[in-house]
């Protein structure tokens, strides 16, 4: 972690610990408009773990294949849509045009969750500068930060 974060990374880190604030993309991707926010964001519809109710997250997509989508877990294993998906490993993903499609869930291990966080920092360096001193931050110390891979469902 870094000596004292940015006074926007510690903005950041408050927004991410805000659940209002992080819900309010969810009525644009509920109304079909995800769209507007472009590739970069993925709502994860998932359910509760106690009460089997639906419940949704919009996190930005950290890594994308032909049929992948990787996202990072920012409030680490403490993040209910993280605890929920562990749990009961039911996801449907909107994102983009696509709306409500059924996924597989896939926690990786902290190696390949390390791997794939390393390259998103290969990739955007300054966006990583920002968003690891933000969860560091968030955290109270170095982040855990878990990595969840969604490809299509199997059989």
């Known amino acids: 972690m870094t000596d004292q974060p940015s006074w926007s ?49 919009v996190v930005e997509v950290m890594g994308r294949e032909p049929n992948v989508i990787r996202v990072a877990s920012g409030l680490g294993t403490k993040s209910q849509w993280y605890r929920n998906l562990k749990a009961n490993g039911v996801a449907f993903l909107s994102t983009g045009k696509a709306r409500r499609v059924p996924a597989h869930v896939r926690i990786l291990s902290e190696e390949e969750s390390q791997q794939a966080l390393d ?29 969840i891979e969604f490809t299509p469902p199997q059989g």
């Open 9 to 57: 990374d510690r903005a950041m880190a408050k927004a991410l610990k805000t659940p209002w604030l992080m819900r309010l993309p969810i009525p644009m991707f509920k109304a079909g408009l995800g769209w507007m926010l472009g590739d970069r964001f993925v709502m994860i519809e998932h359910l509760g773990r106690t009460s089997g109710e639906p419940r949704y997250a």
């Open 119 to 147: 390259h998103y920092a290969q990739e955007y360096p300054e966006a990583w500068k920002h968003l690891k001193s933000a969860m560091d931050y968030a955290a109270g110390g170095e982040a855990v930060i878990p990595v």
